[in-house]
């Protein structure tokens, strides 16, 4: 199979044609079916939904530029509801069907739960949460969860901060977290800093006052909880309650608009975020990168939005399956895609320039930064370089 490598600003530059030609790329024949799996109800929707935008979004414009080889996109999404159990079901559903590619699942659990049954031989899943372990047919557009935890202290460590809580919930985003963090405090880069105080909590837990009060008391200078959807409600409120005012950083897959604003009154001072560049403007990358997030901006203001962490998400992912498509034989197998991408270097994307040569992520450290919310402002804003040293 003679593979090419589409240009990715070649790929989006001819996406964002697509408000000019439409009607004029007509696309023709039966439409090729592309499913996602996403919470799009449930403890997860507000970053389901963004999700399910953002791919709409992007097929859109691929059906405005030609389609996959002629043939429209159809995206077929199907509600996990957040539930693991339910993403089981309509994986098996897949797998019957020899889809080649799966968009999705969004969170920790729900893509852990996928994993063992595509890993072997498909579909090829691309996977939006990067806290699980990718190889053969699993993939993210992200580096690992210790790489999440680096780049955080690093942040920290540069400002002199020193003293470290964590409050985490019992879910599979926060056991992913916790390990990571234990094993980066025990890196020698982070050798003069300290986790103080280690909290844990259960999704479902309404109120978090007895750890915060016991993380109070031990005096750190800055809080990291990693929590995701209601249970990050939770622990904005445990910390208003508790009166602690310090530096709190967070999950970026808590970084929307519209469930920061209903926290902003009760929200720290310094509200912290670990994200990806395209999630915020003014990200310090470099110039090609900087072309595909101005294009992913692009296409969000032409249907009046903002892209923040929940829409941008998505996007890197979905350009790469586009590309893929596009440049593998019509109705390819999960093999051709694995086979794809497992040469695939050198693609520019929103967060990062992605090379799948050595695994199945595309990114590191340099897919990272760290971003804070400005309640002036109602937005969020870039203050660290992709890797974790501060502007």
């Not at 996990?80 to 994986?91: E, K, T």
Request: glycine share 8%; proline share 6%; charged share 15%.
């Amino acid at each position: 199979m003679k593979h090419r490598y589409f240009s990715t600003i070649a790929l989006v530059a001819v996406l964002i044609l697509a408000g000019s030609l439409r009607g004029s790329a007509q696309t023709t024949g039966t439409p090729y079916e592309l499913t996602a799996i996403l919470p799009l109800t449930g403890a997860f929707a507000f970053f389901g939904q963004a999700s399910q935008k953002t791919m709409s979004l992007v097929a859109d414009r691929v059906n405005a530029t030609g389609g996959i080889h002629g043939r429209p996109v159809h995206m077929t999404f199907l509600d996990d509801q957040s539930s693991p159990q339910l993403d089981v079901q309509y994986a098996n559903g897949l797998i019957a069907k020899k889809t080649a590619v799966i968009l999705g699942p969004a969170v920790t659990a729900t893509c852990a739960a996928v994993a063992p049954l595509v890993r072997a031989a498909g579909p090829l899943m691309f996977c939006i949460s990067p806290y699980i372990d990718t190889g053969s047919y699993v993939y993210v557009t992200a580096g690992t969860a210790l790489d999440n935890a680096i780049v955080v202290l690093r942040y920290y460590r540069e400002h002199g901060y020193k003293r470290f809580a964590m409050l985490n919930s019992t879910d599979a985003s926060g056991a992913a977290l916790d390990k990571a963090f234990e094993d980066a405090f025990a890196l020698p880069e982070f050798s003069s800093l300290n986790l103080i105080a280690h909290q844990h909590f259960s999704p479902a837990d309404q109120s978090v006052a007895a750890q915060m009060a016991v993380i109070k008391a031990s005096g750190p200078q800055v809080l990291i909880s990693w929590t995701v959807g209601s249970p990050f409600s939770t622990v904005i409120r445990g910390i208003h309650d508790s009166g602690l005012d310090v530096p709190v950083c967070a999950n970026g897959a808590n970084m929307t608009i519209a469930q920061i604003s209903q926290l902003a009154s009760i929200a720290p001072k310094e509200l912290d975020f670990l994200t990806i560049p395209a999630a915020v403007r003014g990200s310090a990358v470099e110039p090609r990168i900087a072309k595909v997030q101005r294009d992913l901006n692009a296409m969000f203001e032409k249907v009046g939005l903002k892209v923040d962490g929940g829409y941008a998400n998505g996007y890197d992912m979905t350009i790469l399956v586009m590309d893929a498509l596009r440049n593998t034989p019509p109705d390819p197998t999960a093999a051709q895609m694995q086979t794809y991408f497992s040469h695939l270097h050198d693609f520019a994307g929103a967060n990062a320039i992605y090379d799948f040569r050595s695994g199945q992520r595309g990114s590191g450290q340099n897919g990272f930064e760290l971003a804070r919310f400005n309640a002036s402002k109602n937005d969020f804003e870039p203050i660290s370089k992709p890797g974790g040293v501060p502007l």
